[in-house]
């Protein structure tokens, strides 16, 4: 079936604005991550949804980062007032069941461009 | 999560096998070792995962010490395709996160 898919692909926006980043898990999956890489970094965690359960945001660099999950379907990563040190590429994952053994699903991604 | 250690890079020539290691001393009994790459441009991909006993898929083997200190993953024959970031992590039981470090970056030559 279809992977992870992410939109847009690629976002410029100038400093200051606010961006919706979108994320289409695997179907039936009720784990779904938002992770960030800065150019030349390992990714960080920014934050983890599973099914009906308070969503683990641990990960929010600050309160301008919020992220919501319909259900056990899409989610939509928002950046408010954005800043120059936003700039990555945002990574969307899912997985079925949560726990030690299973398998994270990423997308392609969404680079953002802050100028 | 437990940390790992990995060296920066790795070179290999193409055919041949990689053995690309990793150190977690300090793993707990119920640490999974899983193994994840992303090529240039592309998201992480799952590569292989193992608990106590070494384990074999299509596209790697993974070797875990009798201790579980530390593993190596190993690519029986590179390609150039395998050309990419190999990041070793430790996972417990009831959190979903992964924490990336800095990987391997493995270069291979044809």
């Known amino acids: 079936g279809a992977g992870v898919s992410q939109s847009p692909s690629n976002k410029v926006t100038e400093k200051g604005k606010d961006v919706e980043l979108r994320c289409d898990p695997i179907?039936?999956?009720?784990?779904l991550y938002w992770y960030r890489q800065r150019l030349g970094q390992g990714l960080e965690f920014l934050i983890y949804f599973q099914g009906n359960s308070a969503p683990d945001k641990s990960g929010l660099p600050s309160d301008r980062f919020s992220a919501e999950r319909t259900g056990e379907s899409v989610s939509t990563l928002t950046i408010q007032r954005t800043q120059q040190e936003d700039s990555a590429v945002y990574l969307c994952?899912?997985?079925?069941?949560?726990?030690?053994?299973?398998?994270?699903?990423f997308g392609p991604g969404t680079r953002l461009t802050v100028l | 999560d437990a940390k790992t250690t990995q060296p920066n890079s790795m070179e290999s020539n193409e055919e041949e096998p990689v053995h690309l290691p990793c150190n977690h001393s300090t793993i707990s009994g119920t640490d999974y070792i899983h193994w994840y790459r992303q090529l240039p441009s592309q998201g992480p991909e799952y590569v292989i995962h193992g608990l106590t006993s070494n384990v074999n898929n299509r596209m790697a083997s993974l070797a875990i010490a009798e201790d579980r200190k530390s593993s190596t993953l190993i690519l029986h024959r590179a390609t150039l395709r395998d050309a990419a970031v190999y990041y070793c992590?430790?996972?417990?039981?009831?959190?979903?996160?992964?924490?990336f470090g800095q990987g391997t970056i493995l270069t291979v030559h044809p």
């Open positions: 992590i430790l996972r417990g039981t009831s959190y979903g996160k992964l924490t």
């Open positions: 994952a899912s997985s079925f069941p949560p726990g030690g053994a299973d398998t994270q699903y």
């Open positions: 179907s039936g999956h009720t784990a």
